[in-house]
């Protein structure tokens, strides 16, 4: 297990991270592999470069999350493969825009599903498997600024990311103190998908208080220290990894 000289390390420690062949996942998973952890991420499709770091790879396993038998084999077969589950990040989720007025109500089931069932799904075998072993474990659930301040077009997704939080709060409640349960808000962050929009993310330097978008390692750092003993103490948090947030409307004006 980890050593209290070396917090930061994962050594002997089994990590699963859904969403994790691409973006904020994929930077999640790399930086757990170069802590030293066995590593599983999950997807719908297998990446065509596996995710590794440090001269270590992850484990792939196909499955869609939003299935409640999908995510229980999941977690089985990484239980099964690495002899134990410490760390379950849930990751998988987003949202394309979509006007509320005439979004169908498939698309509103499919996005909830996504980001707010689906970790469910995955946090309950999860539990199941933390507190029979020694140590626990730690889920942390990735969420979003949508669920403190919603934007237009993202009403179905703002509503299941503040879902999550409230389910954070709530499992960190209840399973308490073999699992804890923590939730990170994150802001923009410069991905593959969101660089299409907002490009390397400068135009928004003005609106962010660091000055930067945030880049996926900000979220990945975050997720070693709330899966590490220095944050022993830290159960139902929600960590904001978001630069300090948006400005709101009113500062902007004053400010011209």
Request: hydrophobic share 50%.
């Amino acid at each position: 297990m980890t050593s209290p000289d070396a917090p930061l390390r994962f050594d002997d420690r089994t990590v699963l991270v859904t969403g994790g062949t691409r973006g904020i996942g994929r930077a999640i998973a790399a930086a757990f592999l170069g802590a030293g952890a066995d590593v599983a991420v999950c997807g719908r499709t297998e990446p065509d470069e596996p995710v590794a770091a440090g001269g270590r790879a992850a484990l792939f396993v196909p499955a869609d999350v939003r299935d409640p038998d999908a995510a229980r084999a999941l977690v089985a077969r990484v239980a099964q493969e690495f002899g134990r589950l410490d760390v379950l990040v849930n990751n998988a989720g987003g949202s394309p825009a979509a006007d509320s007025a005439t979004v169908s109500p498939r698309f509103v089931e499919r996005i909830v599903t996504l980001n707010l069932l689906a970790p469910f799904y995955v946090a309950q075998p999860a539990n199941a498997v933390m507190r029979e072993q020694d140590g626990g474990g730690v889920i942390v659930n990735i969420g979003s600024v949508a669920a403190h301040q919603p934007e237009p077009f993202t009403a179905a997704y703002a509503a299941a990311k503040a879902g999550l939080l409230a389910l954070t709060r709530a499992l960190a409640l209840e399973w308490a103190p073999k699992v804890r349960v923590n939730h990170i808000t994150t802001g923009l962050v410069r991905t593959a998908d969101t660089a299409q929009f907002y490009g390397d993310g400068s135009a928004l330097a003005d609106l962010v208080p660091m000055g930067r978008m945030a880049v996926p390692e900000d979220v990945a750092n975050a997720c070693l220290f709330l899966a590490s003993p220095l944050a022993a103490y830290v159960n139902g948090a929600d960590l904001a990894v978001h630069g300090g947030g948006e400005p709101p409307a009113r500062y902007l004006v004053t400010r011209q």
